[in-house]
């Protein structure tokens, strides 16, 4: 009876449609047209910059997450990972020491042009990510449920949170509040700006906000172009004191926004992060915007 249990077992297990499918390999097509071929699902994997370390954690797969980039910083699950780069660049040879079944990157610091060439002649699959909408880094998590075996649990992911955005861009009032992000300052008085056809761009909008800056083609603006624009609301991607620093610069006082009390912070995990936080920051903006008296 227990060689009769345990052939009936085996016989399940070869017939279980989950091995038939993770005996096949994986082709798919990344963001930048690649063909890609991966042999078995990647049990160890490198994904190059934050967005793509929490794409990988959002489908529950952490655990196989073997190196990390200097800048990641979520989820604290990860950080104790070996680092393979950061800001001056990425090491093949700290990459090629965590054997890596998959890396993920983004175009990015070179990223991209500096690592795929390498790794597919040693045989590691490459997938490239691009972040221009959040419909694309939605793209982007079933692209990496996928690219992991894991299909099923990267759709389920990105549908969840469209139904999130779905609900929030279907309260979103007739009158949009125009509406500035700066996402950083430069040494030479420039600011750094959301643009209308960024990622982060994007999910302002879908959080209710109209571009007051809509022609904007280079993210680098000066003071007085924010300041010509007069929107109804400021945002700053960063810290209070970051905040306050910059209106108590000339000029900016004059901005109806900062006259209002309308200037206010957005975190910058989730705006300058394309990944699955950004939904949260979105919601968070979405009720600001509805709760900001309009002119």
Known sequence: MKRLRLLSLALTLLASPWRVAAAEPVRLTDAVGRRIEIARPP?????????????????????????????????PEVLDRPQVGGRLGFSVDAIVAQRPELLIVTPSRQAMHLLIEPMTRLGIPVIVLLS???????????????ATGEPARGDAVATALEARLATVEAAVPARRPNVVMITGRLGNGLVLVARADSYTGDAMVKAGGR??????????????????????????????????????????????AVRSGNAHLVARAEFLIPGPRTVDGIEKLAALLRRTPQP
């Open 43 to 75: 049990q160890r994997i490198v994904p190059i910059f934050a967005s793509n370390t929490e794409l990988v954690a959002a489908l529950g797969l952490s655990e196989r997450v073997v190196g990390i980039e200097a800048y990641t910083r979520y989820p």
């Open 132 to 146: 221009r909408s959040v419909a694309e880094v939605m793209a982007n998590l079933r692209l990496v449920g996928q």
């Open 211 to 256: 571009h007051a800056l809509e022609r904007t083609i280079v993210a680098q603006v000066s003071p007085e172009a924010v300041i010509a624009a007069d929107p109804d609301i400021l945002l700053f991607a960063g810290r209070k004191d970051e905040l306050e620093a910059l209106i108590a610069q000339p000029g900016w006082r004059l901005l109806r």
